[in-house]
């Protein structure tokens, strides 16, 4: 290419494959170019113009000196589509080219179209109110209050990820809509998979939110209150182009401590050494590897303490240790722990304050006790 003024030509198809309506500049008004020599050097761009009836981009720039053979330019263009699924096949439609001021092509190659295109919409709210550690629900809408450009088509597929997934029984419908008279109901043979219906009108991508709403058999929220999420991808011709995820926040219910108790061994004194047996009834499952958190007065001389533990009659081997005026108790179970289990917990060689007075002290249960986030 010689010195002064040149172009380059970007042309592109009709319409996206795997899509019967967009194409690289679908509701684009407006767009920027950049050019550079080797990308190195940038080249001052006098002009960018999409021709739409041609599907041709022309992107005008100047070559401060002649640019030898072998070099490479690299063009940018910022602001416009991408294609609607993570694969994309090439096609002859689109091309770059390169020509000269006078408009005549110099050289012309076509492109292989090799995105990565999902788009991701995060922030998903259940609609229902006060979730709780293991509850579980008949249906649940989920919103997703933001504007994704996409367009749903017929035969689509949505696949729910969930852990686990044994937590999703008999989900038979997932309902889909953008605007009121838009709503989808998709159908499924495989668990967790859903397809939109055929011969449907596509859902254009105007500006509206999403929103799912999914019916099952029961939906088990988490059982603890750790981070948890729900996923939907969704999938055109076995490549995905859009990823939903629900955050499920969830609560602890009233930890049942209605038939607890805390009794100390035969001596009540100040600043001698006590045991404390603590007798409680779970009020959620835990895990199979729990664990407890008692807290005791700062007061109170906890360094030599150990434990032992009984779960509905049953002795249970675990381990105990300190942690500032607290004791973690630790175990393992073959299954999970069921509501509504009898503990006894008994910890010993705890000094008591030197101080005669009332003394708090505090209970908590983890689902999984390498986890502190998972309290229940």
């Known amino acids: 290419m010689l010195a002064g003024n040149n172009a380059l030509r970007i042309g592109y198809g009709a319409v996206w494959a795997n899509h019967n309506s967009k194409n690289l ?16 050097t940038n080249l001052t761009t006098t002009s960018c113009v999409n021709t739409p009836a041609s599907n041709l981009i022309t992107l005008n720039f100047i070559a401060p000196a002649d640019i030898p053979a072998n070099s490479t330019l690299y063009a940018t263009v910022s602001g416009v589509q991408t294609p609607p699924t993570a ?19 110099i050289d012309q190659l076509s492109c292989t179209i090799s995105p990565v295109c999902i788009t991701n919409v995060t922030g998903g709210q259940f609609t229902t109110p006060g979730l709780t550690v293991n509850q579980v629900l008949l249906f649940q809408q989920i919103n997703f209050m933001s504007y994704p450009i996409i367009t749903v088509l017929a035969s689509d597929v949505v696949e729910i990820i969930y852990a686990p997934a044994s937590n999703l029984v008999g989900c ?51 059982s603890s209150q750790a981070s948890t999420q729900m996923v939907f991808n969704f999938y055109r011709a076995n490549s995905q182009y859009l990823q939903l995820t629900a955050s499920i926040s969830v609560t602890a ?8 108790s805390l009794v100390l061994s035969s001596t009540e004194m100040a600043h001698t050494s006590t045991d404390y047996i603590f007798s409680f009834v779970t009020g959620q499952q835990l895990g199979t590897t729990p664990g407890y958190r008692f807290g005791f007065p700062i007061d109170a001389n906890i360094s030599a303490a150990t434990c032992s533990l009984s779960v509905s009659g049953a002795p249970i081997a675990s381990s105990c240790s300190v942690s500032g005026s607290a004791i973690l108790l630790n175990f393992t179970s073959a299954t999970v722990v069921s509501s509504n289990s009898s503990f006894i917990v008994t910890v010993s060689g705890v000094t008591n304050p030197s101080l005669p007075q009332l003394y708090n002290f505090s209970l908590s249960s983890y689902y999984n006790s390498s986890d502190t986030t998972t309290i229940v």
């Open 25 to 40: 500049m679908f509701q684009v008004s407006a767009f920027t170019c950049t050019v550079s020599l080797n990308n190195i």
């Open 87 to 105: 694969t994309t096949p090439s096609s002859s439609s689109y091309y770059v080219a390169t020509a000269d001021a006078s408009g005549y092509l």
């Open 172 to 222: 038979s419908v997932l309902k889909f809509w953008r605007a009121l008279g838009d709503l989808k109901i998709l159908t499924t043979s495989v668990p967790l998979v859903f397809v939109f219906p055929s011969g449907m009108i596509e859902i254009t991508d105007t500006s509206y939110p999403i929103y799912l709403y999914l019916a099952c058999s029961a939906i088990v929220m988490p």
């Open 253 to 260: 219910a009233a930890f049942n401590l209605a038939s607890a």
